[in-house]
């Protein structure tokens, strides 16, 4: 059984930082690649970067560029969201997705083109 599983949300202060923990779980194939996204209350969920492994691809909207940084450990199949400079308009609940074979894209990651999805994780950034 394929699973998505996240971790490492919480609770900070305006420019505080988190770092976010997406594994897989039950992925037989080599290469995938993982999306993040975020919903927060009121809004459309939002793709925010993407990473596609063993290449190292990544990419970031505008919205979090400079300021998230993807990484990962491909042979624990597990990708790392380091979120600095936090702000109050990055409180949202936080999803990590993911896909076999997914080569991210310059054009952003969309969340149709995700198969499997995480449970999400809340991140609050307090003023």
């Known amino acids: 059984e394929v699973q998505v599983v996240e971790s490492g949300g919480g609770f900070v202060h305006t420019g505080g930082s988190l770092r976010l923990s997406c594994t897989l779980s039950?992925?037989?194939?080599?290469?995938?690649?993982v999306g993040w996204f975020r919903q927060a209350p009121g809004k459309e969920r939002e793709g925010i970067s993407c990473l596609s492994s063993p290449d190292g691809t990544t990419t970031y909207t505008d919205t979090v560029k400079g300021r998230f940084t993807l990484s990962s450990d491909h042979a624990k199949k597990t990708v790392y969201l380091q979120m600095d400079n936090l702000k109050p308009e990055d409180t949202a609940v936080y999803y990590c997705?993911?896909?076999?074979?997914?080569?991210?894209?310059?054009?952003?990651?969309?969340?149709?083109?995700?198969?499997?999805w995480g449970q999400g994780t809340q991140v609050t950034v307090s003023s």
């Open positions: 039950g992925f037989t194939g080599d290469s995938w690649g």
């Open positions: 997705a993911a896909r076999p074979f997914y080569l991210c894209s310059a054009y952003g990651v969309f969340a149709d083109a995700m198969h499997y």
